[in-house]
């Protein structure tokens, strides 16, 4: 899961522009416009604080909202906005946009309030729900037991995590097996480096060179290492290798198959009784087509919707 700092080679400006970024502070924060477009749009975002709204939101679920969030009439959302198409900032540079930014507030205007989408970097979410600075964690984040045994997740999409490379003068592998002895490219506290990690694990019992993990605050980090030769391999979501590959012109490509499909959760703190307002939030949306058109907007393959069957709270299954 992408941030930007102010390059000092053409090649990182390069990886700047196709990356479809604004080079914006990781501590920046701001709320998702309601007329936030993918990038290659040309509709301006707004840089207002306003999110989302609704005039009481959906009797049955607002019903549901613990008095303490209905109070506020606010539903602070956290995002790392470096992990384009799911979540990332508009040209404005704060503004969070994106999959996720949309899904919140259409999540939270089913709840009766307005959606603030702040940035933040990916493995400082989850403490940040823990410690009560958040209410929802909105930021591709995989379901699994581990996460599960701090944070409650509203399920709302399956996803399988894929590998990509240079086009040109880049690796080969076939599956997960073969990044023995590679270097692979991760954002810090994702699925993806303790996945790279336990297969490192896996190849050293089997006597063949670890794998070495480079682990990035952001996504932009781990594009960068694989666009300067630094990595062999990024590893990433699916969808988001996809939109890379798509916007870089050729200067990626995807290889291997993809790994471990499973849940993408919304993150909600234990104990804030926030997490039954959201599971029926969400199954109203993809009951109602909302989620749907939000997926087709950010182009993101149809295969990962889930049907109100697999809308759940903690549903990972490892």
């Known amino acids: 899961m992408l941030n930007w700092r102010k390059p000092l080679l053409a090649a990182l400006i390069v990886s700047c522009v196709v990356f479809v970024a604004a080079c914006g502070s990781s501590n920046s924060s701001s709320s ?19 999110s989302s709204s609704s005039s009481g939101g959906n009797p049955a679920v ?12 606010t539903l602070t959302v956290a995002a790392d906005a470096s992990y384009a198409p799911d979540e990332y900032f508009a040209p404005d540079g704060h503004t969070v946009i994106g999959m996720d930014a949309d899904l919140s507030k259409a999540l939270a205007a089913a709840m009766g309030l307005k959606a603030n989408v702040v940035n933040s970097t990916f493995d400082s979410i989850i403490p940040g729900l823990a410690a009560g600075k958040f ?13 599960e045994k701090t944070v409650d997740f509203v399920d709302y999409a399956s996803v399988g995590e894929s590998f990509y490379t240079k086009a040109q003068g880049g690796t080969t592998i076939a599956s997960i097996a073969d990044i023995c002895g590679k270097t692979v490219a991760v954002e810090k506290g994702t699925t993806e480096e303790a996945d790279a990690g336990t297969q490192s694990g896996k190849c050293t019992k089997a006597g063949k060179p670890a794998v070495k993990v480079l682990s990035f605050t952001d996504q932009n980090g781990a ?11 990024g590893f990433a979501d699916t969808p988001v290798t996809v939109y890379q590959v798509t916007k870089t012109n050729g200067q990626f490509k995807i290889v291997g198959a993809a790994y471990a499909t499973g849940p993408y959760g919304l993150a909600i703190p234990k104990g804030s009784g926030l997490a039954p307002a959201v599971l029926a939030a969400m199954k109203m949306l993809v009951a109602n087509g909302q989620y749907a058109a939000i997926i087709k907007k950010w182009k993101l393959p149809a295969s990962i919707e889930i049907p109100v069957s697999a809308v759940k709270i903690n549903g990972a299954t490892s």
């Open 32 to 50: 998702a416009s309601s007329s936030a477009a993918p990038a290659s749009s040309s509709s301006s975002t707004s840089t207002s604080a306003a």
């Open 62 to 73: 607002a019903k549901l909202v613990p008095a303490a969030i209905k109070s506020k009439g």
């Open 135 to 147: 209410d929802m964690g909105a930021s591709s984040f995989s379901d699994n037991k581990t996460r």
């Open 223 to 233: 594009n960068l290492a694989v666009a300067s030769g630094r990595a062999q391999l």
